[in-house]
């Protein structure tokens, strides 16, 4: 309720209380008058009523007023107590208005997304209205709520407080936005009413929470920007910063001196530039693809023409750069270079070795040949050490040849110093190389050392030794002719084998003849003679791109040659000749062979299919005769004749079962076969497998154990052939498994792919027989009920595969066998995935 109406009831209230104690006060005094004047009357009227006088009179007069008086004072009195109760009906009813106004306000306040903290200043705990979402980091508890520094960043949490403050001492207004500890904002206002301080917070959110956001990184990029500013401010190097139509908006004090000006401020208002057009006409040209330019330019500052380094960045926003001042250091680099030139035209250019010492034997230059020799460190050798510290340091590293007087060896060294003519060793080092060592001194002291690495030219020169030697006894040796024509068509090398094969005698090759002269001793029919002619333009051809040529050659004595033509670096062609006689004529028997073999196991697929269907009719016909002699309905069959029609049920069944496992293997083999896919209740599925086979399992005493989680749920599969597939593997473990044996059957979901597993524990399968399981007719035959046709696990695989699956068997003679098929749960998708 407002203060001002709390104080208009509690006026009107004493008002009340006042008025209604003065009535009842003079209602008392006139009645106890009334009494008195009564008695009074009463003893007079008794006493004289024959003696009246102007006294009694007075009294009598007094006492009617009196009686007047307390009718009048109990009329005001009742309609008093009327209005008083008319007014105190009024102000309950004022009274309930207002808490109703009161409770309205708290609840809006409440379900508002707002929390809403008043201090009344008497010192009692705040209080707090409203919730906002757990999102927005503003804790629930009012503890931890008007603590904020447990759920505010430092900084926010400080402007807070300091706010508050000022809003507690001077009544200053605020609004402010706070960033929470879970990165979230809140909107803070503080104000002052009725005495009261109220502070507001709200979850900032959409375009609000966005544009705090944006606040705070703007806030962020400036302060980084001024940082950046204050930073270049302190550099000695120009810097600057442009807009997108290239007008220089800041620059350093560096800029301002080097164009001149008294300070920032004025080069940007004046617009001097720092670069001139020629630095500008460069940068807009060499700028690169990001924006980017970096370059050494001459350009006069402060009034001097120096060297700097301008690296320049653009972009659409507008521009910036900075110029460092490397005069000195490019005249460093300037001498430098000509000292490194001069050193590289007549040392570092050198793939030997070179080491150069001083008078006092110290160190003075070496090229990089030198370090990667010898393997220095590049430290030790920029310490300029001396002649004889590196000779210690290479035997301590185990890289020059081992003495048995080192020291003598040492000083023998050393004499180069005082020696005039140069002098040269042969060292052969422990890691087994040689190097020449040439020792030249200096007219005016010291040594110029030469390390020549001979290693490599010593090998090779025995290795080519040794390779013409080896090559020529292989040549000697080989079972392929080889020739070589020169450039010139004559022939160059040759062995026996290529004398052998076109009957040439060893004088006549020893002639070198021509290769025209070869084509008429070696072509002796039209074949040979086209063979020779192309080999011949190969050798003499003078086209610009030599090739390969490799082609076969059959002669007039029915040999066959592989030929082939490689052109030599020198010019030179290489012919090598193949006799492949042998493997053509094994060839070509092995080509009629395999035709053979086709045609036959056409000719068997066609029979076994012609067949089956023939097979199939009159199958169906003895076991529709067969079941009806079995129905009651046609005759009672004696005992024996119902155990023979069921025998006959049950052989024809199976012989059906084979002829169709027969017809689809051929449907197969015709890549005919198609699948209809469709969603597979995979539950379902294994208990109809089950279920076709009840018969079966309880006719052999098997116990089948069936795992299959109730959320397996469905798979893409063609149901029938799915189905087959579990029927043919369960037929199977029953068959292989003892009376009383326990087959198990499970299934399990892996993301994208189905795995049915079905293992039995009978006798298990030979090693030598578990890798053609798959194949058709193999089978494991180890009694009369576990004879079977062999086209089960054949019929599996093929059905597998065609779904996309994959099968696996695994099995120990005594421990059993158990089978994996592996099926995507979606093969459209796999299929799609594959050919993506």
Request: aromatic content about 6%; overall charge negative.
């Amino acid at each position: 309720m407002p203060e001002g109406s709390r104080n208009g009831v509690r006026g009107r209230a004493a008002w009340q209380d006042w008025s209604l104690k003065t009535v009842k006060l003079g209602c008392m005094s006139g009645v106890a008058l009334s009494l008195s004047a009564g008695s009074a009357a009463a003893d007079l009227l008794s006493g004289t009523m024959a003696a009246i006088n102007p006294d009694n009179m007075v009294l009598f007069g007094a006492l009617g007023g009196m009686c007047a008086f307390a009718v009048t004072a109990a009329i005001a009195l009742v309609h008093h107590r009327r209005q008083s109760g008319q007014l105190t009906d009024s102000l309950e009813k004022e009274k309930r208005d207002l808490k109703f106004r009161v409770d309205r306000l708290e609840a809006m306040l409440n379900t508002d997304e707002q929390r809403v903290i008043v201090w009344t200043g008497n010192g009692a705990m705040p209080q707090i209205w409203g919730i906002l979402p757990e999102k927005s980091g503003v804790p629930r508890p009012p503890a931890q709520l008007l603590a904020f520094g447990s759920w505010l960043s430092a900084k926010c949490a400080g402007d807070l407080e300091r706010y508050l403050d000022l809003l507690f001492r001077t009544g200053e207004t605020f609004t402010t936005t706070l960033k929470t500890r879970t990165g979230s904002y809140v909107e803070a206002l503080g104000r002052t009413t009725g005495g009261a301080v109220v502070l507001r917070l709200r979850d900032l959110t959409g375009e609000r929470q966005m544009q705090a956001e944006l606040q705070a990184r703007n806030a962020k990029i400036s302060g980084e920007l001024h940082m950046l500013h204050a930073l270049l401010d302190a550099m000695p190097a120009p810097a600057w910063q442009r807009d997108a139509e290239g007008n220089v908006i800041w620059a350093n004090d560096a800029y301002a001196e080097a164009v001149e000006m008294p300070d920032a401020e004025a080069a940007v208002k004046e617009g001097a530039t720092f670069l001139d057009a020629a630095a500008r006409t460069a940068m807009a040209v060499q700028r690169n693809e990001d924006g980017c330019f970096s370059a050494r330019i001459p350009i006069v500052a402060s009034g001097q023409r120096r060297v700097f380094e301008i690296t320049d960045v653009n972009a659409n926003v507008g521009g910036a750069g900075i110029a460092v001042d490397i005069s000195e250091l490019e005249q460093a680099q300037k001498e430098l270079g000509r000292a490194e030139e001069f050193h590289g035209r007549t040392l570092d250019q050198l793939a030997a070795a070179v080491a150069i010492y001083s008078g006092d034997k110290k160190l003075q230059f070496y090229n990089a040949a030198f370090r990667q020799m010898w393997d220095l460190d590049p430290a030790f050798l920029e310490s300029r050490p001396e002649d004889g510290v590196v000779l210690d340091t290479l035997r301590a590293g185990r890289k020059i040849p081992e003495q048995a007087d080192y020291r003598g060896w040492r000083n023998k060294m050393l004499e180069s110093y005082q020696s005039l003519e140069a002098k040269e060793n042969w060292w052969h080092l422990p890691d087994g190389r040689t190097v020449r060592v040439i020792a030249n001194p200096h007219p005016q002291g010291g040594v110029t050392y030469i390390y020549e690495n001979v290693t490599e030219q010593l090998d090779l020169e025995s290795r080519y030794n040794a390779l013409s030697r080896v090559q020529g006894e292989t040549l000697d040796n080989l079972s392929e002719a080889v020739a070589v024509f020169g450039s010139d068509g004559k022939l160059r090398l040759w062995n026996p084998a290529f004398g052998r094969i076109w009957n040439l005698e060893e004088e006549q090759l020893a002639t070198l003849p021509h290769v025209n002269e070869v084509v008429t001793s070696c072509a002796l029919n039209e074949t040979e003679q086209q063979a020779w002619e192309q080999l011949a333009g190969s050798v003499t051809g003078l086209v610009d791109n030599r090739t390969q040529n490799i082609s076969r050659l059959e002669r007039h004595n029915g040999e066959v040659l592989d030929y082939a033509t490689v052109p030599l670096p020198d010019g030179g062609t290489l012919v090598t000749f193949v006799d492949v006689t042998d493997s053509v004529n094994v060839e070509r028997a092995l080509l009629e062979k395999n035709d053979a073999l086709q045609q036959a196991d056409q000719i068997k697929n066609a029979f076994i299919q012609h067949v089956s269907y023939e097979l199939r009719s009159p199958l169906t016909n003895i076991i529709g005769f067969a079941q009806l002699l079995a129905d009651p309905k046609f005759g009672d069959l004696s005992e024996k004749q119902g155990e023979y029609a069921d025998y006959i049920q049950s052989s024809s069944s199976a012989l059906l079962a084979i002829i169709n496992d027969i017809l689809d293997l051929a449907t197969l083999d015709a890549g005919i076969m198609e699948l209809d896919l469709g969603e597979v209740d995979v539950a379902s599925t294994v208990e109809a497998a089950v279920e076709g086979l009840k018969d079966r399992i309880a006719e052999a005493r098997i116990n089948l154990r069936t795992q299959v989680p109730d959320d397996i749920g469905n798979m893409v599969a063609d149901e029938k052939r799915l189905r087959q597939v579990l029927f043919n593997l369960i037929s199977n473990a029953v068959r292989y498994s003892e009376p009383d044996g326990v087959v198990d059957i499970s299934c399990d979901r892996d993301d994208d792919k189905v795995t049915f597993v079905v293992k039995d524990h009978g006798l298990g399968i030979p090693a030598e027989i578990l890798t053609q399981v798959f194949n058709r007719f193999v089978g494991h035959d180890t009694g009369a009920r576990r004879q079977g046709a062999g086209l089960g696990l054949a019929i599996v695989k093929s059905f597998v595969e065609l779904h996309g699956g994959t099968v696996d068997i695994d099995s120990a003679e005594g421990k059993g066998t158990t089978v994996t098929c592996v099926f995507p749960a979606h093969p459209e998708l796999a299929d799609q995935a594959a050919a993506e």
